[in-house]
């Protein structure tokens, strides 16, 4: 497309160039032939012809001198005219040898045509109001011609009429044409020949390396995709010996593959050692905040939900409260007992205490002590949750029935937050409602 454009481009360039050449010959031709005839005219005597519409002797010499010349210089006409309305009038008009022979004679002094259009009228118009020759191209019955015109002055300065010379422009239009064809033909056969040597020379040394690098790079990609072991990622360098930058490139991607293969090794085995330590990390962070006995929260779960309250309390998010459990008895059945069933005691107090308050997160602070947080329905609800968990523990411990490590016992203490409260003193309160609820169960028994 480009050597296309190329050719199209230099071809109308030629074309413009030597159209330009050859016009600038006829225009100088019929300068010559247009001027002289103006120094061979006496314009006063001339326009006192058209005016009188009598032949001078003057007249008679001019009509001579035009008809040599139309031979001469081999032209189409020769002649003297000027408009009116739509009628072209002539003044004088040369007549070739070859109409003489035919029998025809000098067309008479103001004989007017009506074969002009209205556009041809005022085209001639147009010029006799000038003061230069101007030049024109026009199709007539026997072939395209090249005019030249100058207007006619008499001594006054009007101009009333205008000499005209058309020559023929068909040997012009054929050589243009032959010399443009003849450029174009050999520019199209130039730019083929150079742009197969182009493609011929880019596909050898340019783009035929450069694909089968592509499809290699491709197939590495595609493997690279579908295979987990770096080990199989293998770059398949294609053999290239152009000498170039291309080669160059191969040689890179090569040795950029490779790289990348061991690269890849490498923070594979570092992500499985990662993974490890994280997993390991992982363990001991539940471990850390998990009750090794209750699965509740430990005590540093506790501190953490601490300090996330403390945080919504700063950006207004309330409300909440916090029920304070601690178990009655935990000692007594450690040593009468043993600790196993100790800790029975401790986990099925820690049952209770997580159906009940079952929407909310359960802490265990200490060995007897537990901690809950609520929110939400739970919050709404709390003194009801609050009177069912002393009803359920008062129930258990009454319960005769029961091991002595099943018969379990808490006192139940809860506070709520309010506005200018730190986290810190409603667990005071809540431990202070806790304490108070433990006094009145011993006052009960």
């Not at 783009?207 to 290699?216: F, H, M, V, Y």
């Not at 993974?275 to 998990?290: H, I, N, R, V």
Request: negative net charge; glycine residues 4%.
């Amino acid at each position: 497309m480009f050597i296309t454009f190329m050719c199209f481009i230099l071809s109308l360039q030629s074309y413009l160039s030597f159209s330009k050449s050859l016009y600038q010959r006829y225009d100088d031709s019929l300068d010559n032939i247009v001027n002289y005839v103006h120094s061979q005219i006496d314009a006063d005597d001339l326009y006192n012809c058209v005016q009188t519409k009598e032949h001078s002797e003057k007249y008679d010499r001019l009509q001579q001198t035009l008809n040599g010349m139309v031979d001469e210089f081999e032209l189409f006409y020769l002649y003297i005219v000027f408009t009116r309305d739509t009628l072209m009038i002539n003044v004088v008009s040369a007549t070739s040898q070859a109409e003489r022979d035919r029998g025809e004679t000098d067309m008479p002094l103001l004989d007017s045509s009506e074969g002009y259009s209205y556009e041809e009228i005022q085209k001639y118009n147009r010029v006799l109001e000038q003061s230069e020759i101007k030049y024109f191209e026009e199709d007539s019955e026997w072939g395209a011609a090249y005019t030249a015109c100058k207007p006619l002055a008499n001594s006054s300065g009007k101009n009333y009429a205008l000499i005209c010379a058309d020559i023929s422009i068909e040997a012009l239009h054929k050589t243009v044409n032959s010399y443009v064809l003849y450029n174009v033909v050999l520019t199209l056969i130039l730019g083929l020949l150079f742009g197969f040597i182009l493609i011929v020379w880019l596909r050898h040394n340019i783009t035929g390396p450069i694909l089968a690098l592509e499809k290699s790079a491709r197939k590495f990609a595609e493997n690279s995709r579908n295979h987990k072991d770096p080990s199989e990622m293998v770059f398949d360098t294609p053999t290239i010996h152009t000498e170039n930058e291309v080669e160059s490139l191969s040689r890179a991607i090569s040795q950029m593959s490779e790289d990348m293969r061991k690269y890849i090794q490498s923070i594979v085995s570092a992500e499985e050692k990662i993974k490890s330590a994280q997993e390991t990390a992982a363990d001991m962070t539940l471990l850390a905040y998990k009750d090794a006995l209750t699965h509740v929260g430990s005590k540093i779960a506790y501190d953490r939900a601490i300090r996330a309250l403390e945080n919504e309390i700063s950006e207004n998010k309330i409300p909440f409260a916090i029920a304070m459990i601690d178990l009655n008895n935990l000692k007594n059945i450690n040593d009468g007992y043993g600790h196993s069933n100790g800790n029975c005691y401790i986990f099925g107090t820690c049952h209770i205490i997580c159906s009940i308050f079952r929407h909310s997160p359960v802490f265990r602070i200490g060995g007897d002590e537990f901690v809950v947080i609520l929110r939400d329905s739970d919050y709404e609800n709390r003194h009801e949750l609050i009177e069912q968990a002393r009803q359920k523990f008062y129930e258990t411990e009454s319960d005769n029935s029961r091991e002595p490590w099943e018969r379990f016992s808490a006192a139940v203490g809860i506070a709520e937050y309010h506005s200018g409260d730190t986290v810190d003193m409603v667990f005071k309160n809540a431990d202070k409602d806790m304490y108070e609820n433990k006094m009145s169960m011993k006052n009960k028994n």
